[in-house]
């Protein structure tokens, strides 16, 4: 895989000029700053600790464009992913996030913003194809 000469340039352009893979074709969709003006929250969900995100690179760009729409720093919220797996906290949490700005600016992880509660559903679905 070819290296990017400035990620934060090219996660930049992402948002700004967004495209959805539909088919074999690129559809453009409008650009979060867009999509975000005039909203009063937003929420980013993040993978956990399991999962090598570059949530450094990538959450700066995507909580000031947020800021940048009008969504006020009180009403962004990050929250890990975490699944069935164990909560990321403290260090684990910061390094998680990756930037100490994203981290005093916004409300990240279970313990430091909103109580939310999900639900858990769990189906099993088996389908056997039998030839003879």
Known sequence: MKLLPDPT??????????????????????????QARGKRSACILICDITRPVPNGLILPVLVRALLDAGVPAAGITVLVATGLHRPNEGDELTELVGDE???RTVSVG????????LSLSLSLSLSLSLSL
Request: proline letters at 16%.
């Open 9 to 34: 340039a090219a996660v930049q352009r992402a948002i700004e000029a967004p495209q959805q893979p539909v088919g074999g074709a690129a559809v453009t969709v409008p650009p979060l700053l867009e």
């Open 101 to 103: 700005w994203v981290e």
């Open 110 to 117: 279970p313990n430091r913003g909103p109580s939310v509660s």
